[in-house]
């Protein structure tokens, strides 16, 4: 048996090392276009979702704050503070949706967006509503994503802005 485990050891080493680059680092045999093109439109959708998000409610601010305060009527959260949620959560959404869309400050965007969703995720654990709970998981793992991978960003405002001021930078 440690034969087999020892021998399924190497082999592991030596398939790592088939895929190791000159940096040192594994290679997935993904091409960076393909990663570029991925990372660019996942993106895209991410920020159109939450622009939506935002636009859809800041014509109607009053109306998404009485919403709020009624589905947080049974928590323990003063009605004040949800209030001052309440109000901040459309712009911001519109405001992050907007810069991640386009790809202008994405890191710091997809920061705010994490700092968004920590908040929106302690109102809905504290009433306990474990479906938009689970649905806002998803959100923070898409947010994971794109964070990780802003190295990957590319095709946006962001570095193009980035090349006409450096332009001996390429990707």
């Not at 800041?58 to 004040?80: A, K, L, R």
Request: proline share 3%; net charge positive; charged share 15%.
């Amino acid at each position: 048996m440690k034969l087999i485990t020892y021998h399924l050891l190497i082999q592991i080493k030596i398939m790592i090392e088939d895929k190791t680059n000159t940096n040192n680092k594994i290679s997935l045999g993904l091409r960076t276009r393909d990663v570029v093109a991925a990372y660019t439109l996942l993106r895209i959708v991410v920020g159109v979702n939450y622009f939506n998000h935002g636009f859809t409610r800041i014509f109607n601010i009053p109306g998404f704050i009485d919403s709020m305060v009624t589905t947080m009527q049974d928590s323990w959260i003063p009605e004040f503070l949800v209030r001052i949620n309440a109000a901040l959560v459309p712009p911001v959404e519109l405001i992050v949706g907007a810069l991640i869309t386009i790809g202008l400050f994405t890191r710091g965007a997809l920061i705010a967006c994490f700092c968004l969703m920590i908040v929106l995720m302690y109102g809905v654990t504290i009433i306990q509503n474990w479906d938009v709970a689970g649905s806002q998981l998803i959100y923070n793992i898409v947010l994971f994503i794109l964070l990780a991978g802003v190295s990957f960003d590319r095709v946006s405002v962001g570095a193009w802005l980035k090349d006409k001021r450096n332009p001996q930078t390429k990707f």
